[in-house]
């Protein structure tokens, strides 16, 4: 079931109901939060990915506003676990996006993690020639492919990658490789479970501050707008 929230339709999964589902489906993953949320250039590209997960406290709270009690699911946590599936199941994964430096230390890290991990692929993401890189992902065939290539530049790559490829599935990612190469630490357990990790970057990263404001306050401010104002007000 999908929950519609400022025209984005969002699935309402659990976590391990997302999980479960993802490993019965093919196709695009979005990991949608409230800065992809201010382009609505990506309604259509959201509307028609195969599982919509809602990664950031404020989609979970624009939710709540229209009375659907849905859990956000971070993106990063929810990829990990994709990984982890697939090194249990014998299934394999390709990697594009991120500094070729962070690629590769991140392709390191999880198959030291993950001893029975199969990473057919991997793809820096300092690339112009996407012709090129999709027609190597076809020849490996990976059963999921993860994307960090920033949005929206990983969702467009995605849509072109999965007509290619129609028993893959494909997940963007973001900043996903930083963390797992371990160049970026991820938040603590207590921003994680307060929902504030963007917080906890923003303070470790303060340019990101830019990018983050005024895109959350003004996310809410629509949100309220569309669920309290009436329409043509």
Same mark, same amino acid.
């Given at each position: 079931? !999908? *929950?519609?929230?400022?025209?984005?339709?969002?699935?309402?999964?659990?976590?391990?109901?997302?999980?479960?589902? *993802?490993?019965?489906?093919?196709?695009?993953?979005?990991?949608?939060?409230?800065?992809?949320?201010? @382009?609505?250039?990506?309604?259509?590209?959201? @509307?028609? *990915?195969?599982?919509?997960?809602?990664?950031?406290?404020? +989609?979970?709270?624009?939710?709540?506003?229209?009375?659907?009690? +849905?859990? !956000?699911?971070?993106?990063?946590?929810?990829?990990?676990?994709?990984?982890?599936?697939?090194?249990?199941?014998?299934?394999?994964?390709?990697?594009?996006?991120?500094?070729?430096?962070?690629?590769?230390?991140?392709?390191? @890290?999880?198959?030291?993690?993950?001893?029975?991990?199969?990473? +057919?692929?991997?793809?820096?993401?300092?690339?112009?020639?996407?012709?090129?890189?999709?027609?190597?992902?076809?020849?490996?065939?990976?059963?999921?492919?993860?994307? *960090?290539?920033?949005?929206?530049?990983?969702?467009?790559?995605?849509?072109?990658?999965?007509?290619?490829?129609?028993?893959?599935?494909?997940?963007?990612?973001?900043?996903?490789?930083?963390?797992?190469?371990?160049?970026?630490?991820?938040?603590?357990?207590?921003?994680?479970?307060?929902?504030?990790?963007?917080?906890?970057?923003?303070?470790?990263?303060?340019? !990101?501050?830019? !990018?983050?404001?005024?895109?959350?306050?003004?996310?809410?401010?629509?949100?309220?707008?569309?669920?309290? +104002?009436?329409?043509?007000?």
């Amino acid at each position: 079931m !999908r *929950a519609e929230l400022l025209g984005f339709k969002i699935d309402t999964f659990n976590f391990e109901n997302a999980v479960d589902y *993802a490993k019965t489906i093919s196709g695009q993953v979005v990991t949608i939060n409230p800065e992809m949320m201010s @382009n609505p250039d990506m309604i259509e590209i959201v @509307n028609s *990915a195969e599982l919509v997960i809602p990664d950031g406290i404020g +989609v979970e709270l624009g939710l709540l506003v229209f009375g659907r009690n +849905v859990r !956000r699911i971070p993106g990063i946590q929810f990829a990990h676990r994709m990984i982890e599936e697939c090194a249990k199941d014998g299934k394999t994964v390709a990697l594009v996006g991120a500094k070729p430096e962070i690629i590769e230390k991140a392709c390191e @890290n999880l198959k030291k993690e993950f001893e029975e991990l199969n990473i +057919v692929y991997s793809q820096d993401g300092y690339f112009n020639d996407d012709d090129r890189v999709l027609s190597e992902l076809k020849e490996n065939n990976p059963r999921l492919v993860l994307c *960090a290539l920033g949005s929206p530049k990983q969702e467009l790559f995605i849509i072109k990658a999965k007509k290619l490829m129609p028993e893959t599935l494909f997940i963007g990612v973001g900043g996903s490789f930083d963390v797992w190469s371990g160049v970026v630490e991820r938040a603590p357990e207590i921003y994680q479970k307060l929902g504030l990790e963007w917080l906890y970057r923003t303070i470790k990263e303060p340019q !990101r501050f830019k !990018r983050i404001f005024p895109a959350l306050p003004l996310f809410m401010l629509k949100v309220l707008r569309d669920r309290f +104002v009436p329409k043509g007000v």
